[in-house]
């Protein structure tokens, strides 16, 4: 149990389009989803966390218009990276922490995506 | 907010004997800590968690010591067998405004030496 998913896990794009990374869990209801972001060799960085149906809160200095999340259900979080640019490029990750007595502070981890901005 | 050290960032022992990564962190209302194993390009996977109304937690080869005190808390691995080659991240849960978050270590690239 506690399966997370995201898709697509990898997208070259070019410079100035946008991009949508969708994160699912596949067998439990994520009161709370975490979007990180790490590059090469380093940390997890916690951009936002979304609960469902409000709105994300962002860590400092990240941008919330650049970086667009969407909670639209138990089980589904989106991340659209607005106006991409090579600067961007890194692996993204999501977690879903679920409502489960003695497991509520556990977050499992999607595979992540892979965004190479050209 | 939360800051949380990781020691050693590298890490080579031969294969059979043990490993220690050490966390520190800095809030001392955190009450739990897990750690994470990555493979390269993969997931972390939760491989252990200890919550600050207890001291010690194993399973298997793999155990965590937390001392609230000093605030520091260890991963010891024990008879360590290639596949346990990964980074490993420690983690602290801390809260602001009402959101509980995780605070991660900079990651020990652990290698076991065959």
């Known amino acids: 149990g506690a399966v997370v998913s995201q898709h697509p896990s990898w997208v070259i794009c070019k410079s100035g389009t946008s991009v949508k990374i969708e994160c699912r869990s596949l067998?439990?209801?994520?009161?709370?989803m975490f979007w990180y972001r790490q590059f090469p060799k380093q940390s997890l960085m916690l951009m936002a966390t979304?609960?469902?149906?409000?709105?994300?809160?962002?860590e400092q200095g990240v941008e919330k218009d650049k970086f667009l999340i969407n909670h639209a259900s138990l089980t589904l979080s989106t991340l659209t990276v607005t106006s991409a640019h090579p600067e961007d490029s890194s692996f993204y990750i999501c977690?879903?922490?679920?409502?489960?007595?003695?497991?509520?502070?556990?977050?499992?981890f999607g595979p992540g995506t892979r965004l190479t901005v050209l | 907010g939360e800051n949380v050290e990781q020691h050693p960032s590298t890490l080579s022992v031969q294969e059979g004997d043990s490993a220690v990564i050490k966390c520190t962190y800095s809030d001392s209302a955190s009450n739990y800590f897990p750690w994470y194993k990555q493979e390269l390009g993969k997931r972390p996977q939760l491989i252990i968690d200890?919550?600050?109304?207890?001291g010690e937690k194993k399973d298997q080869r793999i155990a965590v010591t937390l001392n609230k005190t000093a605030k520091h808390f260890s991963l010891h691995i024990t008879e360590t067998q290639p596949e346990d080659s990964a980074v490993y991240f420690c983690a602290a849960k801390w809260v602001m405004f009402g959101n509980e978050k995780l605070t991660f270590g900079t990651g020990t690239r652990l290698t076991i030496i065959p």
């Open positions: 977690s879903a922490s679920r409502r489960l007595a003695g497991d509520r502070d556990t977050q499992y």
């Open positions: 200890i919550r600050s109304n207890v």
């Open positions: 067998d439990f209801q994520a009161t709370t």
């Open positions: 979304s609960n469902e149906g409000s709105k994300a809160t962002y």
